[in-house]
């Protein structure tokens, strides 16, 4: 079955700091991937996807590369800020769509400290 | 206003009681779902339904009923509560075109 590994956490950075969290998959055929995050107290906001091999999501300076080859879609950013600091969740879904159940990763805790 | 919406945010209850979670969505999307989030275990689904007269189960959905009212509304009901669904339980809501699912904001509910 489908499945998606995600570095565990906490993650405690400080602000400017360079973020990655790595994510990787297994999965039949050719799944969309998707970086979620969930500020404390909310739910889970759609913060980039890709859809193919190669394409790269980007959104608020975060970006994620869809890599076939090593079936990973690492989430990056350059500078962190503390607004960042939040629950990052990967995850995947197997259908050709965006819009398909999703199979999730545990997430991962981000701290950005001032 | 939220387009995604959870009632209640929070519940706490009793072994035993019969307890419903209802989500409403104003997004038009034809897609709902029905997850459950557990510290350490990331989100699971429950159940899904694509429309109306559609109703799916997820990986975890022993103990657990659904009914689609309508397009809009989904809702979850735990017919005998016990102490391991303790848990924050999310609705979301996609459709064929939207980018990702869009998630409510949960309800928090502790059963004792």
């Known amino acids: 079955g489908n499945s998606v590994t995600q570095m565990e956490g906490p993650v405690t950075l400080s602000e400017e700091a360079f973020l990655t969290i790595n994510c990787t998959y297994t999965a039949t055929g050719y799944p969309s991937l998707f970086w979620y995050v969930q500020y404390p107290g909310e739910g889970l906001q759609l913060l980039l996807k890709a859809t193919k091999a190669d394409d790269k999501g980007s959104n608020k300076g975060f970006e994620a590369t869809y890599r076939k080859e090593t079936t990973s879609f690492h989430l990056e950013k350059g500078s962190v800020q503390v607004s960042d600091s939040a629950v990052y969740f990967c995850a995947l879904s197997e259908s050709g769509g965006s819009n398909y159940k999703l199979t999730f990763g545990k997430g991962t805790l981000l701290t950005v400290n001032p | 206003d939220a387009d995604v919406t959870q009632t209640p945010r929070n519940r706490i209850t009793k072994t035993g009681k019969r307890i419903m979670l209802e989500c409403s969505q104003t997004?038009?999307?034809?897609?709902m779902y029905w997850y459950r989030q557990d510290p350490g275990l990331g989100l699971r689904l429950i159940y899904y339904?694509?429309?109306?007269?559609?109703?799916n189960k997820g990986e975890i959905s022993d103990g657990y009923s659904v009914s689609r009212q309508a397009q809009a509304k989904f809702s979850l009901s735990l017919e005998s509560a016990i102490p391991n669904q303790t848990a924050l339980y999310f609705c979301?809501?996609?459709?064929?075109?939207?980018?990702?699912?869009?998630f409510g904001p949960g309800t928090r509910l502790t059963v004792l």
């Open positions: 997004k038009g999307h034809d897609r």
């Open positions: 979301a809501t996609s459709d064929a075109a939207s980018q990702g699912q869009f």
């Open positions: 339904s694509f429309d109306v007269k559609d109703i």
